[in-house]
């Protein structure tokens, strides 16, 4: 039985511990079967590969593993046999001294303790402090136990911005805090890898009324965006405005470039850009309305590492502990970090005629439930969405914000592989402005040394964070017609003009001159996003337009075009080469 624990604990140490690779390379060092059939460490399964490590291995091995391969920087791991603590491995478990912890908790807060404790245990993943406090039975202000069970080494922080923080316990911890709590004996969980076995996850949830939960959410959001409107009025609207008329997408580019270099800054160009467009801006032409706006939602997918989750979520949001500091609009950026489907399809009722912009980090899990599909589907369409329960109908409703996701595939010499089993996927890709993520050479060397600036204080983009901010928040305003500013600026439509469809015509003359086949394998829908890319790209311009319009910028277009041949080539399996299109076109 002992052993049988220890297996379990290994299993979720060197997951956390070690990412895919060295992993790969720890089996293939350890001669174990299971890796022998593998030639990429891409196409292991991080679960299993994780398992067969574990139960082929003495603690002996683990340490020396942990001697030779250097763990993860922000990994720790508090169990019943294994300590993990600033990259050191001990062999002592952490079980008593957690429980002396609990105890301090018990005796300085009583029930309010163990209430916030078990609101924790019961959501499982991270949740911020918004979540907890509506979960308590009791009115508790829980600001001061969480402090102290960080504090206590009970609670970890998941995730941290400027504006939000989670927090979670630990998965080797669940056990040992419901014997605390006396919850009913915790199951053993399975030393195999539950994600060999087919999942067919329900969206079935509890009673929670998740609905009037998330409206209080969104009077704190919109709370949090007029008070940062009112201060910038107050104490930098000449400042902003005198920015904005020397700022542009190339000016933005050129800022991101010198922070991350000519890859990585391309993500977050495409995440501030669809910033911007979440102020769902007509676009008009010269005669009159197109019937489109800016808004789009927003993918970027590829291997794990390759800094995905850093553009959509740390540049926007913010990350306080890396010193990246926020370049979204305040208040409008919901974080979906550990929210389910379920969830989602719930409080998206809480949303309806509101535009907000959901950020899914790990969009893959979404689809570990039947009939996901349909439902997200209709919500990029901003179309009506109603799901069917056994207890109950949700909806039905229109949907009406965005997304900006991530999601994990396996890449290939040509091409790339969703490892989301739902065949129906790809009309979900079809519906996304979608950038792929292969570790090249040269991004890899960017990663590195941008996590260098950072850890070294090299890259402080406080200053500029807020500039761009402070412009993206005002323009936003503007456009929205926020009270605020109604009376003072003039929202200005996007007008495009023949030459820019002109521009789009002739990429995709040179795409299909290009694919040696009779057929494309990608939708007419990549034009309508490069469309709504460029001109949300566009409004950076807004206080250099003398007009009651803003004109479509070349630069704009020029970043658009490089994202519609780019898309184009990713959906054709790679068959023609971005760069001899972009190189014919003269961009």
């Known amino acids: 039985m002992v052993e049988e624990d220890k297996v379990v604990e290994r299993k979720i140490l060197l997951k956390r511990a070690f990412p895919r690779p060295q992993l790969f390379e720890i089996g293939r060092k350890l001669a174990i079967p299971y890796f022998e059939r593998f030639e990429s460490a891409w196409t292991i399964d991080e679960e299993q590969a994780a398992f067969e490590i574990a139960s082929k291995i003495s603690d002996t091995q683990l340490k020396e593993i942990f001697n030779l391969q250097k763990p993860r920087q922000w990994a720790v ?70 402090a102290d069970l960080e504090k206590l080494k009970i609670l970890e922080i998941s995730y941290q911005g400027d504006e939000y923080r989670e927090w979670k316990i630990l998965e080797e911890l669940s056990p040992l805090i419901q014997l605390e ?16 076995l087919p999942k067919t996850g329900s969206i079935e949830e509890g009673e929670i009324d998740y609905v009037a939960l998330e409206r209080l959410e969104i009077e704190k959001m919109e709370n949090d965006f007029t008070q940062y409107l009112s201060d910038l009025l107050r104490n930098r609207l000449e400042a902003t405005i005198r920015f904005g008329k020397t700022f542009s997408i190339a000016a933005l580019a050129d800022y991101l470039t010198k922070l991350f270099g000519p890859v990585l800054y391309f993500d977050s160009l495409l995440s501030i850009t669809q910033q911007y467009g979440l102020a769902e801006v007509e676009i008009v032409h010269e005669k009159g309305k197109t019937g489109m706006r800016t808004g789009w939602n927003l993918a970027l997918f590829g291997e794990p590492g390759t800094g995905k989750s850093f553009s959509t979520r740390d540049m926007i949001l913010g990350k306080t502990d890396a010193k990246i500091h926020p370049h979204g609009i305040p208040g409008r950026n919901r974080y979906a970090g550990g929210m389910t489907p379920a969830r989602f399809i719930r409080i998206g009722q809480a949303y309806v005629g509101k535009v907000f912009n959901f950020i899914v980090p790990e969009f893959n899990d979404w689809f570990k439930y039947k009939g996901m599909v349909e439902p997200l589907k209709l ?24 997304f900006s996701v991530n999601y994990n595939v396996a890449t290939f010499g040509r091409g790339y592989e969703v490892t989301i089993s739902d065949a129906n996927f790809n009309a979900i890709e079809d519906r996304m402005l979608c950038r792929l993520h292969r570790l090249t050479k040269e991004r890899f060397i960017e990663i590195a040394q941008s996590q260098k600036k ?106 658009a075009v490089q994202l519609y041949i780019e898309e184009a080539s990713v959906r054709s399996r790679e068959e023609f080469k971005p760069e001899e299109v972009l190189a014919k076109l003269k961009i």
Request: charge should be positive.
């Open 77 to 146: 791991f508090r169990g019943k046999h294994y300590t993990l603590e600033d990259g050191a491995l001990s062999l002592d478990g952490s079980w008593e001294k957690i429980k002396t912890c609990i105890r301090q908790i018990k005796m300085k807060y009583g029930k309010n303790g163990l209430e916030v404790l078990r609101a924790f245990l019961e959501a499982g993943e991270g949740c911020g402090l918004t979540d907890v406090t509506l979960s308590l039975k009791r009115r508790i202000d829980p600001t001061p136990i969480i």
């Open 181 to 196: 709590l006396g919850i009913a004996p915790p199951e053993r969980k399975p030393a195999a890898p539950e994600a060999t």
């Open 379 to 402: 919500a990029m369409e901003r179309g009506v969405i109603r799901y069917e329960l056994h207890r109950e109908v949700i909806g039905p409703y229109r949907f009406s914000s965005f």
């Open 454 to 559: 950072l850890a070294f204080g090299e890259i402080d983009i406080e200053k500029d964070a807020k500039k761009i901010r402070d412009h993206l928040t005002l323009v936003y305003a503007i456009e929205t017609r926020h009270p605020l500013v109604r009376d003072r600026f003039l929202p200005k439509p996007v007008l495009i003009t023949p030459e820019a469809y002109e521009v789009i015509e002739k990429a995709r003359n040179s795409i299909l001159e290009h694919i040696p086949r009779e057929f494309v394998t990608f939708s007419a829908r990549l034009e309508d996003r490069a469309i709504r890319f460029a001109s949300s790209a566009s409004l950076l311009n807004y206080f250099q337009s003398s007009s009651e319009h803003i004109p479509i910028s070349g630069e704009a277009l020029k970043y």
